[in-house]
């Protein structure tokens, strides 16, 4: 290092005649977790994995273009928020069990998924996001531990209040189609897995047309 501050120097060189590179420092939880996954504190192939970690890996992926971070970590969203039903419900109580233990987990995945543009995964999220919290609580917000407040980005609030009123339209409808005629001796069948597909994923279809 000695020889490199010794070394000849380009004259005319400074702030003045060069632009300023401003850089967006990284976080001293994304520099933790990274050098965890570097040096195998922690394993990215656990089934279970800490979302902090996933979060990292899209970030410090992203920025530094590591695309083993980012592939492993589009695996693991992808797993829990899958595309299709079929899918979806089958990783359904995976997924709800990995939501109860993180609150407010759900509002980070789809903040995350928008400043990403992780859109394969918006559908499922957002369908997680309906189940576990009422409306009052998607308006404000989910208060975690610490006492500070995860709230959704402003294009995502946007989609989840639209999705959800939509959501319940199709869902009235598809109720209201199983009830049948008044004679009818079927007149308080069950909704089918297919009505309830259509009710679970119509809130985000045009989120399935983007690819990540």
Not at 23 to 50: F, Q, R, W
Not at 88 to 102: D, F, L, Y
Request: charged share 20%.
């Amino acid at each position: 290092m000695k020889d490199c501050f010794g070394s000849p120097q380009a004259k005319g060189e400074g702030v003045e005649v060069f632009p300023r590179v401003f850089i967006v420092p990284d976080t001293e939880e994304d520099i933790s977790n990274m050098c965890a996954l570097l040096y195998g504190v922690y394993h990215m192939k656990s089934k279970e994995m800490n979302f902090a970690y996933l979060k990292t890996m899209v970030r410090m992926g992203e920025k530094y273009k590591i695309c083993y971070f980012q592939e492993t970590a589009l695996c693991h969203l992808r797993r829990l928020f899958p595309r299709d039903w079929a899918r979806w419900n089958q990783n359904h109580s995976t997924t709800s069990k990995t939501c109860a233990k993180s609150p407010g987990i759900l509002f980070e995945v789809i903040n995350l998924a928008y400043e990403y543009s992780i859109y394969s995964i918006l559908p499922a999220a957002f369908m997680c996001l309906f189940k576990v919290y009422p409306l009052c609580d998607i308006i404000s917000g989910c208060k975690l531990a610490d006492g500070s407040v995860v709230k959704l980005s402003s294009p995502a609030f946007e989609t989840a209040i639209s999705g959800r009123t939509t959501f319940t339209s199709t869902l009235l409808q598809c109720l209201r189609r199983s009830l049948g005629d008044e004679d009818s001796d079927n007149k308080f069948s069950i909704p089918s897995k297919e009505f309830c597909a259509i009710a679970m994923l119509s809130p985000c279809r045009s989120a399935m047309c983007h690819n990540t």
